[in-house]
């Protein structure tokens, strides 16, 4: 009896095909990406020169996070959205003169200078929301490959502080992306280990990590 169940069962397995995208299937693709280009080239390459400059530390991830969101609109044709998240920037701490209002150097009842460590943080936090168009150049029962073009709006919030706070060194908030344009060409590869559930990698170019790899839903 076990034998025959078990007979079945490969049957079963061998007969079962998974179903290509077509006209009005939908995919959703949560993903990571690396790396997250502020944090792995500028902050994250302070050497140390600087004997005033303590305890440097990069804020943030080497990681961006999103999700993409595709419609297919025919068989080789899919238009979506994607949107990415990441935090960068650096912290550190240096030691300088306490200053008053007046900003002169404070002193102590013995005339001393009062010397104080301060710290100071600057972070960028990125959001971007793109349009996508993907052209779906292979298709099989459990591959899928495309080439895509997005565009879209990008957002940053930046922030920089230094407590405590004196005249000289002030806390502003610098927010605004300088061109509050995001856009992104890449090709990517879906493979599915389920009929509606697989695993997708993008290799591209702006608009994000230059590799990002997640899950990937269709219905």
């Known amino acids: 009896m076990k034998k025959v169940l078990l007979s079945l069962g490969f049957a079963a397995l061998s007969t079962?095909?998974?179903?290509?995208?077509?006209?009005?299937?939908i995919t959703i693709d949560p993903y990571i990406g690396v790396p997250n280009w502020a944090n792995s080239l500028l902050y994250n390459q302070y050497d140390g020169e600087d004997i005033n400059v303590q305890d440097y530390q990069v804020v943030g991830s080497m990681l961006s996070y999103g999700g993409r969101f595709e419609y297919m609109m025919s068989d080789?044709?899919?238009?979506?959205?994607?949107?990415?998240?990441?935090?960068?920037?650096f912290s550190y701490k240096f030691d300088d003169?306490?200053?008053?209002?007046?900003?002169n150097a404070m002193q102590d009842g013995n005339g001393d200078y009062l010397y104080t460590t301060y710290t100071t943080k600057y972070s960028a936090?990125?959001?971007?929301?793109?349009?996508?168009l993907n052209y779906h150049f292979v298709?099989?029962?459990?591959?899928?490959?495309y080439s895509s073009f997005?565009?879209?709006?990008?957002?940053?919030?930046?922030?920089s502080e230094t407590n405590p706070t004196n005249t000289s060194i002030t806390d502003s908030q610098l927010n605004g992306a300088?061109?509050?344009?995001?856009f992104?060409?890449?090709?990517?590869?879906?493979?599915?280990?389920?009929?509606?559930?697989?695993?997708?990698?993008?290799?591209?170019a702006f608009g994000g990590g230059l590799l990002q790899a997640g899950l990937s839903v269709k219905f």
């Not at 003169?97 to 900003?103: E, L, R």
């Not at 992104?184 to 993008?202: C, L, M, P, S, W």
């Open 16 to 25: 079962f095909t998974f179903a290509q995208l077509g006209q009005g299937s």
């Open 76 to 89: 080789k044709v899919g238009v979506g959205a994607d949107i990415n998240y990441e935090v960068s920037g």
């Open 97 to 103: 003169y306490v200053y008053d209002a007046n900003g």
């Open 125 to 132: 936090k990125k959001l971007r929301a793109m349009f996508r």
């Open 139 to 145: 298709q099989s029962e459990k591959v899928d490959m």
């Open 150 to 159: 997005a565009g879209g709006y990008k957002n940053v919030n930046r922030a």
């Open 178 to 182: 300088l061109i509050p344009v995001a």
């Open 184 to 204: 992104r060409i890449a090709v990517g590869a879906k493979v599915y280990f389920t009929q509606n559930i697989g695993a997708h990698v993008e290799l591209g």
